[in-house]
């Protein structure tokens, strides 16, 4: 961890929210997506930068797709930390368990985004204890509610001495 900034990388499974999450902490975001039948997708990755507890915060949303596990490899490399984005309105997937598991593996601190928590049909007290007792934070990413929170807290729990 250099001593000015740090490397936060974002995971999480297709249509979780990691663009939406980064782009309500920093609008001007840059990413790289195609588009789909149903709208658009991230396929390389999303870069972000922010300021917070006196560091200079980049943040990398990695694709959800199972095919680009290359690339979330390579962005990994070097992270200070990882949030993984959850949708809250769904259940647990395989992929977040297997992310989960292989960056405890990492050992770097990792927190939970719940997301879509403003959804009728989301139950974030599903996931308590599923992952640990990693982080969690309740948060809204199209609506940029309790976002800036969770990443505040989370920074502030990686640079306290």
Known sequence: MAADR???VVFGAFNAGKSSFIQALDPETRHIEAKTDGGTTTIAFDFGRIQLHGRRV????????????FVRRII?????????????????DEMTLRLFEWLSEQRVPVAIVLNKCDMKNAAPERFRGRLGDTMLHAVSAKQGKG??????????SIVAP
Request: net charge negative; glycine share 8%.
């Open 147 to 156: 976002v800036h929170e969770a990443v505040s807290a989370f920074v502030a």
């Open 76 to 92: 990994a490399r070097d992270m200070d930390g990882a949030i993984i984005v959850v949708d809250a309105t769904a259940e647990i």
């Open 58 to 69: 980049y943040l990398f949303g990695t694709p959800g797709q199972e095919r680009f596990e």
């Open 6 to 8: 740090l490397k936060i």
